[in-house]
């Protein structure tokens, strides 16, 4: 055997306790090859001394306890093999009882006394009954754990189960289950006992050592799980209390821990479901730091899936009130535990409620009331500050999203805004963000205006800067793909009836307009596109009897309209107005609304003239002027005199001759509406060519003069083509000596030979005006009297 005491190492022990147990081995099976039973039980004493060491780790001591299970397994079958050649069962029971040492003694009991129980004998249950109390005769608490160990593996095939060939009188499986659960009991109290094993320095390495010996104890309930016998009666009424009453009183949190997680694995989830209040009611006399959290979420992951895969057990849930106990257990749980973090009760109500949805859907109420329960036990804490506490809690507020798919049944639960309050501003910001996703992603529609009332408080904290901390700084980018989120959900808030869209509406400008100047440049823009798609749905105002008096008139949404755009300037985003102002113009245009759409294009005007500076800025803006203005047929004479003389104004004040120029000629096309007769003024046409021309020649002489070379051909290329353009519309005042003019002005240039890309050009006009004379017809005709 391995001398008890110090100097070597643990391999060194393990190797010499491995060498003489290979030497015993090899002589005990000498001797069950010539059939002497004498010298076999001898060897297989002195072998199984070995596994008398201390010295040994249970990794360890584990490697040398298989080699000896390996070895008895063919003893076993020896003494199997004598039995049918005449040696009584009973003599070889009482034989191997007459070894020196009791721990060799027992293991050999424990052959024997499976080929006694396999011999039928003895009635099985006597045999295990004397079997488990004599295991009682080691205390030490590895020895021991591994000889009961040793018992249960031989015992499990010859339990007098239902159905067993071992199966006895009527009482033979409480028979089976009362070895089960003595064996299960005493092998908890030695390896709770480990713990006391050895100094307090090293109890963080013990408390290693005996998680890696758990399986050992739960190999048990394991066994107690397979028995034909243990029926719902039975293990509610025995086998469930009597285990629970072992866990409670070890009041040790591993054990506590490992045997309540191992009761939800292995027992069916059926007998769970039946026996909650038994089960849950354990849980309070836990130790405090006992992980019983993750022990009742496997519990409600179990009994939901169970659910999910047979649902005509959902009625068993209503019927054994399910939620209630599990809702009270958890309140108990944290009662009794006044230090638990605030993880662990966010995560016991985030497993409940995942519970909850999955196995009562239906039951809204029961989902609101876990946010209640939850609410109760973050009051009086703030905002939450723990990382991972914050992260459970949007797990748990997204759970309805997840399940529903529709943020609208969300809106419904009355707590759901609540338990939102308890997040930090960007967490507030992170959860904003999943429920704009659900909105997008189920294409949910939210269609009153108080759902989307309910809907912005959900996410105030992407549309509004009230509660922003002072000093937190928000990645750029991160910011611009939350405000751009925003402004999609508003494509998702949409009612069929004009009226409460329009209180839609009204209520995102009372939740925009505080969202600060950095957010309005994103929000502001999609609100417009809403109400102008508003406007479209509105009837003629001759088809509405009501008027401009109604509730909801094009007159009442441009007033909005203008209202939420003169935040824009401020924020500043001046460009940004200009164009929503020239869109509010022209939608006024298709409504005939000319005093309004005068007034968007003098608000345009106004920040052309007072914001945009920057000269490149100038000329878009410039040519969105001319391009929105060209389509305008609501202005009367004088209305429309002002705004194309102020265009052409602004034209001919650009910094870059080549802009005025290009400008100049655009204007051309605010005086010639093909289709509206009033609006048809060759002079002015003209008069803009010249003018353009003008500032054309005006343009080269400065680059001659600057540069000391003749300037771009381009730009009379470009009026030739805006002459072209109005000679086919037939306006008189563009004659054939004007356009041959041109031609041959452009003709006469030095600069167009040496500059390729005006040659090209001019080529292709040159060839377009070609190519409309050979088409023929009246505009053929037009081109065939100039002469290229």
Not at 168 to 173: C, E, F, I, L, W
Not at 573 to 598: M, V
Not at 612 to 632: C, E, N, P, W, Y
Request: hydrophobic share 40%; aromatic share 8%.
């Amino acid at each position: 055997m391995i001398a008890d005491g110090a100097g070597e190492d643990e391999e060194k022990w393990l190797a010499a306790g491995a060498a003489a147990f290979k030497q015993n081995a090899f002589y005990m099976q000498r001797a069950i090859d010539s059939n002497n039973l004498k010298d076999a039980l001898k060897y297989s004493a002195q072998m199984l001394s070995e596994l008398r060491t201390s010295k040994l780790s249970p990794h360890k001591y584990y490697d040398l306890y298989m080699r000896a299970f390996d070895e008895l397994r063919k003893l076993e079958i020896f003494f199997m093999e004598e039995t049918r050649r005449g040696c009584s069962v009973i003599e070889l029971y009482e034989l191997v009882q007459h070894a020196g040492n009791i721990l060799p003694r027992l293991y050999l009991l424990c052959t024997a006394g499976s080929v006694y129980i396999r011999t039928k004998e003895a009635p099985a249950k006597e045999i295990l009954k004397d079997l488990v109390e004599m295991c009682r005769g080691i205390q030490h608490p590895l020895r021991g754990l591994f000889l009961r160990s040793y018992l249960a593996q031989i015992s499990r095939d010859k339990l007098p189960d239902i159905g067993s060939e071992y199966e006895g009188d009527a009482d033979t499986v409480t028979d089976a289950v009362e070895f089960v659960l003595l064996n299960f009991t005493e092998m908890n109290k030695l390896w709770v006992r480990m713990q006391h094993q050895g100094p307090a320095r090293e109890k963080e390495k013990r408390e290693k050592e005996r998680s890696e010996l758990r399986d050992l104890v739960g190999k048990n309930l394991h066994v107690l799980s397979q028995l034909e016998g243990v029926d719902l009666e039975m293990y509610r009424d025995t086998v469930l209390p009597r285990v629970l009453e072992q866990i409670v009183n070890c009041r040790d949190e591993i054990a506590q821990y490992y045997l309540m997680d191992c009761i939800i694995q292995v027992f069916p989830d059926e007998y769970h479901l039946q026996t909650l209040d038994i089960l849950l009611g354990a849980c309070p006399q836990l130790q405090p730091s006992v992980d019983i959290m993750t022990v009742l979420s496997r519990l409600m992951e179990r009994l939901s899936s169970y659910a999910a895969l047979n649902t005509e057990v959902l009625p068993y849930f209503l019927q054994v009130e399910a939620f209630s106990k599990l809702n009270n257990a958890i309140g108990k749980v944290i009662e009794a535990q006044e230090d638990m973090p605030i993880l662990s009760a966010v995560t016991l109500y985030s497993s409940l409620l995942k519970f909850t949805l999955h196995v009562h859907p239906d039951r809204l109420d029961y989902a609101d009331q876990v946010l209640g329960s939850c609410i109760k036990q973050l009051s009086g804490k703030g905002k939450i500050h723990d990382t991972r506490a914050t992260k459970e809690l949007v797990t748990l507020l997204s759970a309805p999203l997840e399940k529903y798919n529709d943020v609208v049944i969300a809106l419904k639960l009355t707590n759901y805004p609540l338990v939102l309050e308890y997040l930090d501003s960007e967490n507030k910001r992170v959860m904003a963000t999943v429920i704009i996703r659900s909105v997008m992603n189920n294409k949910t529609i939210i269609a009153t205006a108080e759902k989307v009332e309910a809907l912005l408080e959900l996410i105030k904290g992407l549309i509004s800067d009230l509660d922003e901390p002072q000093g937190l700084e928000v990645d750029e980018d991160d910011f611009k793909e939350e405000q751009n989120s925003v402004a999609r959900l508003i494509q998702m808030l949409y009612s069929d009836d004009p009226e409460e869209m329009f209180k839609i509406i009204s209520v995102l400008k009372k939740h925009f307009l505080t969202g600060g100047p950095k957010r309005l440049k994103f929000t502001i823009p999609a609100l417009v596109v809403s109400a102008l798609k508003l406007i479209r749905r509105l009837p003629e105002e001759g088809d509405n009897p009501f008027g401009k008096e109604a509730s909801v008139s094009a007159t009442k949404i441009f007033q909005f309209l203008n209202q939420i755009i003169e935040a824009l300037p401020s924020a500043p985003s001046p460009d940004l107005a200009f164009r929503l102002y020239l869109q509010c113009a022209e939608a006024a245009n298709k409504c005939d609304e000319e005093p309004i759409a005068y007034e968007f294009f003098t608000q345009a005007y106004i920040l052309y003239e007072e914001e945009i500076s920057d000269s490149k800025a100038q000329v878009t803006a410039l040519q969105l002027i001319i391009g929105t203005l060209q389509r305008m047929h609501v202005f009367g004479v004088e209305n429309r005199d002002t705004l194309t003389h102020k265009a052409t104004g602004y034209s001919a004040k650009l910094l870059k001759k080549p802009d005025q120029c290009r400008a100049v000629y655009a204007c051309s096309h605010l005086f010639w509406l093909e289709d509206h007769e009033t609006i048809q003024d060759g002079e002015r046409v003209l008069r803009c060519l010249k003018r353009a021309l003008k500032i054309a020649n005006s343009a080269q002489q400065m680059t001659s003069s600057a540069r000391g070379s003749t300037g771009s051909v381009t730009l009379f290329i470009e009026i030739l083509n805006k002459y072209l353009y109005f000679f086919e519309k037939g306006i008189p005042q563009i004659t054939v000596e004007s356009v041959e003019s041109m031609i041959q002005l452009i003709r006469n240039e030095e600069s167009l030979t040496s500059d390729p890309s005006a040659e090209s050009f001019f080529a292709s006009t040159l060839r377009f005006m070609e190519f409309q004379k050979q088409k023929g017809g009246a505009i053929g005709d037009r081109y065939e009297q100039i002469k290229v």
